[in-house]
């Protein structure tokens, strides 16, 4: 069951938290792996770990000519994409009146301008092909709001309507779009946090815990399988119940 072997799966954001569990998660299935980040040492070490059959592309999703080259030489790799996961974002928060416009541009930039343009070209292939998987990390807050967090809330919300788009148009070429919608999850960015706002987050939360990083990738593997193939333009919603969407 979820056996990916032999597919290829390429991971943007796979120096961060969940996108290494994801990779993890994918090698033990049986993915090759393309690895995409900006920290190549985080990359190489990564891939060490993994072993056979994985790739790594340091790439800056600010730029379109890095997206453009990180689209061709993925496919080089191996050849092909099966699946894309498009999990690198980034945060500028502050309250919206604060906010400064290039802090709402990076945002949306990264959040959603950038997997556009990626995803524009890898599903070229996938179309010739008849064949992929192309999955979304968005956010809870994305459905729910959060204050102080406009530009990421407006940058993941989007994405779930692009989603539903693109998955209407490609659906009849055995390709799915879907999206993963985290609630709190435990990360570096979250360690950050004092004991007391930790507990204010978790009685909210009605499984009583923080997510962990393999309840995301676990997800993934789900929507990146054969048995998923009749579930497309939807998002998981993985949040211990905080937000019952």
């Not at 930039?109 to 292939?125: E, F, G, H, Y």
């Not at 959060?146 to 055995?174: D, P």
């Not at 990360?187 to 004092?194: A, V, W």
Request: some cysteine; charged content about 20%; aromatic content about 4%.
């Amino acid at each position: 069951m979820f056996d990916l072997t032999d597919k290829v799966a390429l991971i943007t954001g796979a120096t961060g938290g969940i996108g290494m569990s994801i990779a993890k998660k994918m090698k033990q299935s049986g993915a090759k792996l393309i690895l995409s980040g900006t920290r190549q040492n985080i990359l190489s070490d990564l891939a060490s770990e993994l072993g056979n059959d994985v790739k790594t592309i340091t790439s800056n999703l600010n730029s379109k000519d890095d997206i453009l080259n990180l689209a061709q030489q993925s496919e080089a790799s191996f050849g092909h994409i099966d699946i894309l996961i498009n999990n690198a974002g980034v945060n500028a928060d502050n309250l919206f009146l604060r906010m400064k416009d290039e802090d709402w541009d990076k945002v949306i930039d990264i959040n959603l301008s950038a997997p556009m343009r990626l995803t524009r070209q890898v599903i070229k292939s996938m179309l010739k092909r008849k064949y992929g998987r192309v999955i979304f990390i968005t956010s809870i807050v994305g459905y729910t709001g959060n204050a102080g967090q406009s530009n990421y809330a407006a940058s993941k919300s989007a994405l779930t309507g692009f989603t539903k788009s693109i998955a209407l148009e490609v659906a009849s070429r055995g390709i799915t779009c879907n999206l993963i919608a985290p609630g709190f999850i435990a990360t570096p960015m979250t360690d950050k946090l004092s004991d007391e706002q930790k507990k204010n987050i978790v009685k909210n939360i009605p499984i009583n815990r923080l997510g962990n990083v393999d309840d995301i990738s676990n997800g993934c593997i789900y929507l990146a399988s054969e048995e998923a193939g009749f579930i497309t333009g939807t998002t998981l919603h993985i949040n211990g119940g905080m937000s019952m969407i």
